[in-house]
């Protein structure tokens, strides 16, 4: 978005937004930007917290009054916690792992957790899978697409799994994540008993526990060797600070500047799909 604060901007619009990834927002340069320690996802903050939520939003709009250039502010306050990280346990108890493909593996597990993801849509009456073009009913192609991309490392070619993707590669693979993880933790919301996990909890469990953390992983790797900054870029939207050799996922500025790209060219979310 912060590209598009600066198409707003030049028009005579004041602008202010709020980013979830500083480093993305240092190379687009927005206007305003208020920077937050949040999940990605949660640009406000917890759920269910209004006045926190009204609080980050004051700060957000407060910049319009105080930045005359562009600028990045960051928010001081940490998002309070939903829930403890050891009040919940998984539904399911995945089988130790074994020297098998991605894909296979994702497979099997997606298959035991389907159960629990459909108990949820269920509940909700609506799910938030499909950014990719795929419906709830295709998530085993989903899978395989996922893990295809982790056997055999071809980050420029879309996954043929009769799936009309929304999105061309490398972006295709961001979402194919997204897809995946919206499937896990609408399987976790099934989950017996009172307690739910916080977004640190779930992101442990799915990068330390499961077939699709080991996959995602895979595929950061082959992002690192295709080198481009596209492909840098959503490695680092597609794994959580601190899961990617001990570090951020996320490159440098001067990675991204070395491919000649200009602020436009990096919002690569306001753009079309491939198959659009």
Same mark, same amino acid.
């Given at each position: 978005?912060?590209? &598009?604060?600066?198409?707003?901007?030049?028009?005579?619009?004041?602008?202010?937004?709020?980013?979830? !990834?500083?480093?993305?927002?240092?190379?687009?340069?927005?206007?305003r930007a208020l920077w937050?320690?949040?999940?990605?996802?949660?640009? &406000?903050?917890?759920?269910?917290?209004?006045?926190?939520?009204?609080?980050?939003?004051?700060?957000?709009?407060?910049? &319009?009054?105080?930045?005359?250039?562009?600028?990045?502010?960051?928010? %001081?306050?940490?998002?309070?916690?939903?829930?403890?990280?050891?009040?919940?346990?998984? *539904?399911?108890?995945? *089988?130790?792992?074994?020297?098998?493909?991605?894909?296979?593996?994702?497979?099997?597990?997606? @298959?035991?957790?389907?159960?629990?993801?459909?108990? @949820?849509?269920?509940?909700?009456?609506?799910?938030?899978?499909?950014?990719?073009?795929?419906?709830?009913?295709? !998530?085993?192609?989903?899978?395989?697409?996922?893990?295809?991309?982790?056997?055999?490392?071809?980050? @420029?070619?879309?996954?043929?799994?009769?799936?009309?993707?929304?999105?061309?590669? %490398?972006?295709?693979?961001?979402?194919?994540?997204?897809d995946m993880r919206t499937?896990?933790?609408?399987?976790?919301?099934?989950? %017996?008993?009172? +307690?739910?996990?916080?977004?640190?909890?779930?992101?442990?469990?799915?990068?330390?526990?499961?077939?699709?953390?080991?996959?995602?992983?895979?595929?950061?790797?082959?992002? @690192?060797?295709?080198?481009?900054?596209?492909?840098?870029?959503?490695? +680092?939207?597609? !794994?959580?600070? +601190?899961?990617?050799? +001990?570090?951020?996922?996320?490159?440098?500025?001067?990675?991204?500047?070395?491919?000649?790209?200009? %602020?436009?060219?990096?919002?690569?979310?306001?753009?079309?799909?491939?198959?659009?």
């Amino acid at each position: 978005m912060g590209a &598009l604060a600066n198409y707003i901007e030049r028009a005579g619009v004041a602008t202010t937004s709020i980013s979830l !990834i500083r480093e993305q927002s240092e190379v687009v340069c927005p206007p305003r930007a208020l920077w937050v320690p949040f999940a990605l996802g949660r640009p &406000l903050g917890s759920a269910d917290d209004p006045e926190f939520q009204k609080d980050v939003m004051r700060a957000a709009f407060g910049m &319009l009054a105080t930045a005359s250039e562009p600028t990045i502010v960051d928010y %001081p306050r940490d998002a309070p916690e939903e829930a403890e990280p050891g009040e919940w346990a998984c *539904p399911v108890s995945f *089988p130790v792992k074994e020297d098998e493909s991605h894909t296979a593996r994702l497979v099997a597990e997606v @298959t035991r957790l389907a159960p629990w993801s459909n108990e @949820t849509r269920t509940a909700r009456g609506r799910t938030l899978f499909g950014v990719t073009g795929a419906t709830p009913d295709q !998530i085993e192609a989903v899978a395989r697409a996922l893990g295809t991309i982790a056997d055999h490392g071809d980050v @420029t070619e879309p996954p043929d799994v009769g799936i009309g993707w929304k999105f061309s590669m %490398p972006l295709l693979v961001r979402h194919l994540a997204d897809d995946m993880r919206t499937f896990y933790h609408e399987a976790i919301a099934s989950q %017996p008993g009172t +307690g739910a996990p916080n977004h640190d909890a779930l992101t442990d469990w799915i990068f330390g526990n499961t077939a699709l953390g080991d996959a995602l992983l895979a595929i950061a790797e082959h992002l @690192t060797v295709d080198d481009r900054p596209i492909s840098l870029i959503v490695r +680092g939207w597609m !794994i959580p600070e +601190g899961h990617f050799r +001990g570090g951020s996922a996320f490159p440098a500025p001067e990675q991204i500047a070395r491919g000649g790209y200009s %602020p436009e060219e990096l919002n690569f979310d306001i753009g079309p799909g491939a198959d659009e």
